[in-house]
């Protein structure tokens, strides 16, 4: 079964307490995203990548940066996690001419 | 930027009745999607719609592409408990690769 895995559930984390978020996805997929979700705000575009090494900001990319070494697998950092921080974060795939997603379970991040 | 504006933005009804929701833009879409997320997990595809004016369905869920281009429209029949949730229409974004917006969502919650 094809899938979206983030590494994380659940988690809680310090102010200014250095954050990664993990997501590996086992299909092959070019391209790759990170959401975050928050209520009454739908999904908002943190970063992207279309291949290896590649990554462009999205729509809220502020406090946050991205890593793609291999295919699969594409990290979120928060360089210095705040409390506006605190959210669900969503990690996406498809392939290069589907906007089929197939999400994660997300990873609920709590900074306090 | 492009916004997609979901409405209503929540909805309690009753197990059996029918159920419809928009999804409204400023801009011209080409191509519109229905995402649903179960709570605890990540959205799942629903329907895509290419084509203005087009009708799709899957199972008791039936989607609308907006002669304008600029509206969506998702209709369910019959709900179930299972059809709790919160539903996204999204489309894709002038900046390629394959880049998503969402609107904010509509939570669906049914009394048995």
């Known amino acids: 079964d094809v899938k979206v895995t983030q590494s994380s559930r659940y988690l809680v984390k310090r102010t200014g307490e250095k954050v990664f978020l993990e997501c590996v996805q086992d299909?092959?997929?070019?391209?790759m995203f990170w959401y975050r979700q928050d209520p009454g705000l739908g999904l908002r575009l943190i970063y992207f990548?279309?291949?290896?090494?590649?990554?462009e900001k999205g729509d809220i990319p502020e406090g946050y940066s991205v890593s793609r070494e291999k295919k699969e697998r594409f990290s979120l950092i928060l360089e210095s996690a705040s409390t506006n921080q605190t959210s669900m974060y969503l990690c996406?795939?498809?392939?290069?001419?589907?906007?089929?997603?197939?999400f994660g379970s997300g990873t609920r991040l709590t900074v306090v | 930027g492009q916004q997609l504006n979901q409405s209503p933005q929540s909805m309690f009804i009753q197990e059996g009745e029918d159920v419809s929701m928009n999804c409204t833009s400023s801009?011209?879409?080409?191509?519109w999607l229905w995402y649903k997320q179960d709570p605890g997990e990540g959205p799942v595809l629903l329907i895509a719609l290419y084509k203005a004016g087009e009708l799709t369905s899957n199972g008791r869920l039936t989607a609308q592409f907006g002669i304008t281009r600029k509206d969506s429209f998702l209709n369910i029949s019959a709900s179930i408990p299972s059809d709790v949730g919160i539903y996204f229409c999204a489309g894709p974004t002038f900046q390629g690769a394959q880049k998503l917006v969402f609107g904010q969502g509509t939570r669906l919650t049914i009394n048995p």
């Open positions: 990548s279309y291949d290896v090494k590649m990554k």
């Open positions: 996406a795939s498809t392939s290069g001419s589907s906007y089929g997603y197939t």
């Open positions: 801009s011209i879409f080409n191509t």
């Open positions: 299909m092959d997929h070019e391209n």
